[in-house]
Structures are given as C-alpha cells and as structure tokens.
DNA sequence: CGTACCTTTGACGGCTGTCAAAGGAAGTGG
DNA sequence: CCACTTCCTTTGACAGCCGTCAAAGGTACG
C-alpha cells in the first residue's frame, strides 16, 4: 500500500517470476508517461497496426472483437496492473478494439522497444511471454465454460473469474466490490442476450448467492457460487513452470 | 517438397520472420530425436508439469480439457509443423491433456531449453513468442465463432480454420483432403452433441456445400462455405508486425 | 427536467440437447 | 478370411433453454 516506488508492470510481472533491480529499472521507464482518460476512451482500434502496449494504473477497460455494424463481443476485461495489447502486439493489425470502462490512467509505450527488450532482456523478455501466457489461459478458460455450461453456470464462472484476478492485486476483499460491468457486457462476453443475463442475475440474488447493482457486486454465498460454477480456483495461482525461472535470483 | 535440410520448426516459424542460418541451427537440434507414435499416443497429462515441447513432423494431434469422468471439450488441433505445449510451457501444471489422432512423428526437445534460447537467441525467442499469439488467435477466433454464431455457421467456420490452416503449410491442395476428426471430435470443439453435428454435416451435404466422410472431407463450395461461415480468411496471415521484426536479416 | 441508456417482465418460438435404437464401418482374434 | 465386438453415424420424437420482440419502469447524465 505504502510503496510507490514500484511501477504497474513490475507488481504484474512479478508475481509470475523474481525481477532485478535493472530489470524494475528498464520496466519503470515503460510508464513514464501516465495519462489520465475518461470513461469510453479508446486505446486503439480493430484493424490499425499495433504500435503501442499500454498498462493499465487505474480504472478499468475492455476489449471487444466487432462483426457487422452493430454486433460485438467482449473478450478481455481489463483491471489495473495489466498489460494491455500483448495478445495483438506481433500481429500485423490488432484484432479487437480497446476503450475504457471507467476513467483511469494507462501508461503507453511503444511496441518497437519490445525488440530491445527480447534482445537485452532476456529474463524480461520471458516474463512479458508468460504475463502474455496467463491472460490467454483466461481466455481458454473462458472458452471452456462457454462451450460446456448453460447460462447460470457461465455468468457464475465468470464472476468468479473476475473476483480471483481482483483478489490476486487487491488482496483480500470484502463481499462485496466495484464491478463496472453491465449486464450488457456479460451478455457480450458469454454469448448471451442481455435479457437473460437479467433473468438469471434475478434469480441468483432471489437464491442469495450474489446481488449485483448497476456497478457493484456482492458475493452473499461464496461456497454456493463455487458449487454453481465448479470453478477450480487453482488455475490462476501466479506460479511459473520451475524449469523457466532464473535460479540466480 | 524436395529438400527435407530445413527442421519442421524452421518451417514453422520461418511463416512469420527471417530465420539466420546459426538460428536454423539451434532449431534443427530440437528435432534431434524423432520417434514415431502411434494414434492414441498421449503427449501429456493434464496436471503433469510441462517438460517437454512437441515438434509434430507428420500425422494430427489434438489436446483437451477435461471435465469430470467422461466429459472433455477439444481445445488445440495440430498438424505437421505445429509447435504443440508452448500453451502451457510456462504455467507450472498441463492445462489440457493432449494425444494422437493418427500415427504420426514428433519430435520432443525440453521446455528447460527454451531458457537458453530466450538468454542466447532473442530472434528466436521473438518466433516462439510469436507462433504462441499465433495459435491464441485461433483459440479467440473459436471463441468468437462460438459467441457468435449457430450450429451451422460454426461448423462451416470450423471447418475453414481447419482448411486454410493447411493450405498455408501444403500449400494448394485440391476441394478433397484428409481429414481425421469424427463428429466427436467437432462437437467436442464448438460445444455441440455428436448428434446435432451429423445433423447439420447431412444438411451441408445435401446443400452441395460439404461432403465429410469418417476420415476425409471435400469442399464442393468453397463460396458458398464462406458465406455460411464469414469467415475472415486474412485472420490467418503469417505476417508479424513490422516494428518487431529484425531488418538486419 | 428531459433524454438516453439500463434493467426488468412477459409471451412466444426455435434451435439444439436428450433419449433411444438401428445400421455401418473399422478393428481384433481366431 | 470370417466372426465378433466396438465404435461411429444416422434418424426420430420430444422437451427445454434461451433468443426475440415489445413495452414499461429505473437510473444516470447533461
């Protein structure tokens, strides 16, 4: 709580792997440049080439794939210590547009210096890959409990997935927490209508298991949401492969 | 087809930038030791920690999750060249479970290795890195073929993955090719009952769109299949993006 | 204070899962 | 080469989850 002294980033990646005191140094110099952005601020586009990584100090943003005018799908869900646009940044041209959810402060830099990085870096490098590793198994997992539950089971997993990656940063939270997610965005994320999103955060409430508000959560029955989602919270422990860390530490 | 001096990996990551000849090198002896298995033959064990990476030289493969006794949902699908387990190399257990669909060659080389490669061969590492986003984006383009679309449309998307994917290793194939996924294993990856996937293969069938027999499948019309599918063929592009990589090559 | 957006509710229909059973194709052992 | 088993594919009937449409009530925001 007190130290500011480490940067967004260096907390992000070091819970995957130790980092040295150069290495903090290199990944400090990355958020020289916070910027404050309001809420619905876009960090880039579907389609324009992938120029900038961003990490997220404050707030809270989402990115989402669009197919035809008026239909989207949210992929990533973005909370503060994130590196934003790993998942694009050797691709030709980004596939999702990014904006924000509320008003925060991200700290850009540019894509070319990951080069410097891999070639200088070489600790780092393996770092920023696994930090990229991790949000991908999010998005697998996500996979998974689309292709293998129904509506109450997904909007269940997907809570908890998301009040596990809080708790990882925050520490341990009350019951309840900021969620600036609509039911709209759930929808989006889980392939469900809004409307059924509704009926079922309805009926989760009416069994005391969660209440969620226009921007908050509150977790009434945390055993209850387990059993309903059979979600295994072992998944997101921040652990590396031993092979690939860096005994000299 | 002539020349077999260039390792399977080589190939692979060659698809998205320059490989020098000191770095084909190093690739080359990670295909030191290929041995043949047999259909069936399990990769590894969810829960294992990874240790080794696959090369897959010839024949198919494919990896799982799974869920409870008898219930599994197919993640991965591999074909010759594909770099099988960098999903999981740096989280400390096996995700998935992954086996042979045919007999087949591999080659094994251990994760342990890839520290070396990240410390020595930062180009190369720069590839692994990139051939890893490259088989996210098709997992996200699964999920965003399963958000979005119905059973139909999903199979068609499915199918043209599976296709295009490849066409960019054989190169020009004819409408006709092998394929060793049974209804099983197509319902299993877009969250379908066997059932309802021979359904709809029938329909496509008597549509003049597809004809899937149990180990072969042949595209009577690949127009109209995109049209069922929209499905965005430039998705699959191997270029990287420009500002990562090495101009020296 | 008015407008836009979000949430809730109800009726209705369809896509897809479930169950059950029969017909083929592949693999195995004699 | 045949018999037998196992697994894959196909078909039909039926049910249910969830999408669609429509409208009203709440909540934020200018």
Redesign the pocket.
Known sequence: MAEHFESCVTQNLSHHMAIGEQEARILSELEQAPSKVKKGHELWKAGTRPDQLYTLRSGWAYSYHSLGEDSIRVLDIFMPGDLMGIRDATLPHHYTTAAMLTDGVICPFPTSRLKGIFENHPNLAMGIHASAARQQAVITDRLINVLSN???CRIAHFILEIYYRIKRVHGDLGSGFTLPL???HISLAL??????V??I??ALHADHVIKKT??EIEILDLTCLHQISNFDAEKFGDKMNPLLVDERG
Do not use: C, E, F, P
Request: aromatic share 0%; net charge positive.
């Open positions: 129904d509506a109450r609509l039911q709209k392939g469900l209508t809004h409307v059924h509704s009926r955060l309805k226009r921007s």
